[in-house]
């Protein structure tokens, strides 16, 4: 059960992108899993009774999304409404909420909030206060008096979110970027660090109606910050490639103590939750995942190593009911140069012999690449162990994996230590190739 319901990022209006290989029936699966994400939190706040849906970041653009994009979001607005479940879009500014509103046509049951207009409403008798936090610089609000009488209790919860994209393997922070909420508010700057968004620290640090008890701090991100304590992370509900942090999930939060056996029932009045601060739960959204299997390398051509594929993914099958798998399939050579050569040509017909057995029904996984493995050790070509000698057949192998070997040791080294082997094995694997 839950009082309230909590999604990042849908952009229903930016689609995942399809394999140009892939087969139809996964291609559409990948094409709507952001729009299913976000059915899936609907239907998360419905099943657990919630009072509203909150949605931050980016939701949908209405100078990019189509008609049946905007009839998605509709659809889920009006089915909340119907279970008596408000929607609450926290947007940057008034424009983009009067977009959003006008193409929707403004549907029963949608509320807005911005950092100049906060929203309150009561959840069975308690004050509830939804602040958008991301651009505050400070709190327009005066501070609540209540003269003698005893302060009525509220829970205000302040939600921002940085604006990094679908997060890949090369993101790094720009050069010159501007710190980052997690650099003010502890002084250091994680790698990779969320987009530059000095307000929400700088208000959470000055405002003492942010440090309220009642209050609660929410930062929405696709990456996974150091956030410090008090401040809650909400991963986006669909990720959009394997380098995200997060496969996609919305959060819930339980203001009030819910009896399971009288969930449907509305009460005019309920009991605060003893600790709603620990109530914070992810319940999962994704529609599509992303897997990796090392198998190691078997003799022989591609029907073989197809045969050795598939039996590593039928002992590792997804969950029934689970999201599509986009799996990529590693294959060990050892120290092997002329194996990882081969592996490289053969993959294209290992995963068509894989792919045959494809069923879309019984087993939802998509073999998307196959490859030899990039992360293994060169350290036993060095010369340290293989004993080699300068003007030796081995001596540019043995040379090239001492040269990854310290970038591994070094303290702050100029190339990440699994981009370095990936370069030393290519470097390799070009030469035997020639």
Do not use: N
Not at 108 to 117: D, H, I, K
Not at 383 to 411: K, M, N, Y
Request: charged share 20%; glycine share 8%; proline share 9%.
């Amino acid at each position: 059960m839950a009082d309230l319901v909590f999604a990042f990022d849908p952009a229903i209006d930016r689609p995942l992108a399809a394999p140009d290989d892939a087969p139809a029936d996964v291609a559409a699966t990948i094409g709507d899993a952001a729009a299913d994400a976000f059915d899936a939190a609907v239907d998360a706040a419905l099943a657990g009774h919630a009072s509203a849906l909150v949605l931050c970041g980016r939701v949908l653009d209405p100078r990019r999304a189509s008609p049946a994009q905007a009839a998605r979001l509709r659809g889920g607005v009006t089915r909340l409404a119907a279970a008596d479940c408000r929607t609450i879009v926290v947007a940057d500014d008034t424009a983009a909420c009067t977009e959003l509103a006008r193409m929707l046509g403004e549907p029963a049951g949608m509320q807005f909030v911005t950092p100049a207009a906060p929203l309150e409403f009561t959840v069975r008798g308690l004050l509830v206060e939804i602040v958008a936090g991301r651009h505050a610089a400070a709190d327009p609000r005066p501070a609540e008096t209540h003269g003698g009488d005893p302060a009525p209790l509220r829970r205000r919860i302040v939600i921002g979110w940085d604006q990094a994209l679908w997060h890949e393997r090369w993101s790094t922070p720009a050069a010159g970027e501007e710190p980052t909420l997690v650099d003010l508010i502890t002084g250091q700057r994680p790698a990779p660090a969320a987009a530059a968004d000095p307000g929400f620290a700088a208000t959470a640090a000055a405002v003492p109606a942010w440090k309220h008890p009642g209050c609660f701090l929410v930062w929405g991100s696709r990456l996974r910050p150091a956030l410090p304590p008090g401040v809650q992370h909400l991963p986006p509900v669909q990720a959009r490639s394997p380098h995200e942090t997060s496969p996609g999930c919305c959060c819930s939060l339980t203001l009030l103590e819910r009896d399971a056996s009288r969930a449907a029932t509305v009460e005019p009045f309920a009991v605060p939750h003893a600790d709603w601060r620990g109530s914070w739960r992810e319940i999962p959204t994704r529609r599509v995942a992303w897997r990796t299997v090392s198998i190691e390398s078997a003799a022989g051509g591609d029907e073989e190593l197809a045969t050795a594929v598939w039996s590593a993914l039928e002992a590792q099958p997804p969950a029934a009911g689970g999201p599509l798998e986009i799996v990529r399939v590693l294959v060990e050579c050892g120290t092997s140069v002329p194996r990882r050569v081969r592996v490289g040509e053969i993959s294209a017909e290992t995963l068509a012999r894989v792919r045959q057995l494809y069923d879309a029904k019984a087993f939802r996984i998509w073999c998307r690449d196959l490859l030899p493995h990039p992360g293994e050790s060169l350290a036993p070509l060095g010369h340290a162990r293989s004993g080699s000698r300068p003007g030796s057949t081995t001596s540019f192998s043995s040379a090239l994996a001492d040269i990854v070997s310290a970038l591994e040791q070094a303290a702050d080294p100029s190339l990440p230590p699994d981009l370095a082997r990936e370069a030393g094995w290519l470097a390799l694997e070009l030469v035997e190739s020639v």
